[in-house]
């Protein structure tokens, strides 16, 4: 399995950024996306995911409401959606898949990693 992360960039605070991971191979049994976010200095923070079984979508307290993450099966992409985005949010982000776990939340849980794209938020 190979993750390719994409959409990173610099925007102003309150702006919009759509990141997209794209993802090649196949995996048997329910597993998770994620996504996660790293900034300087800290350790690598759930973000989001989604259940395999049934689209199921979960979000970490900071950007619930913000943010949100969707699957095109035609382009095998898991894209996230960030709205009003802050300074905050600066960091690169992850994305990623557990298998055998619907609803990862945990950095440990994750098998497979793309390279990471960096979002940066500042005016």
């Known amino acids: 399995v190979q993750l390719q992360a994409s959409g990173g960039g610099l925007v102003q605070p309150g702006g919009s950024l759509r990141l997209s991971c794209k993802v090649s191979?196949?995996?048997?049994?329910?597993?998770?996306y994620g996504w996660f976010r790293q900034a300087p200095g800290k350790e690598r923070e759930w973000v989001s995911c989604?259940?395999?079984?049934?689209?199921?979508?979960y979000y970490g307290t900071s950007v619930k409401g913000r943010f949100t993450m969707s699957r095109d099966s035609a382009k095998n992409t898991v894209d996230l959606q960030m709205n009003s985005l802050k300074p905050e949010d600066t960091a690169v982000y992850y994305c990623?898949?557990?298998?055998?776990?619907?609803?990862?939340?945990?950095?440990?849980?994750?098998?497979?990693w793309g390279q990471g794209t960096l979002v940066t938020v500042s005016s």
């Open positions: 989604m259940a395999s079984s049934d689209g199921a979508t």
């Open positions: 191979g196949s995996i048997s049994g329910d597993f998770a």
């Open positions: 990623g898949v557990a298998p055998g776990d619907n609803a990862a939340i945990k950095v440990e849980d994750y098998q497979y």
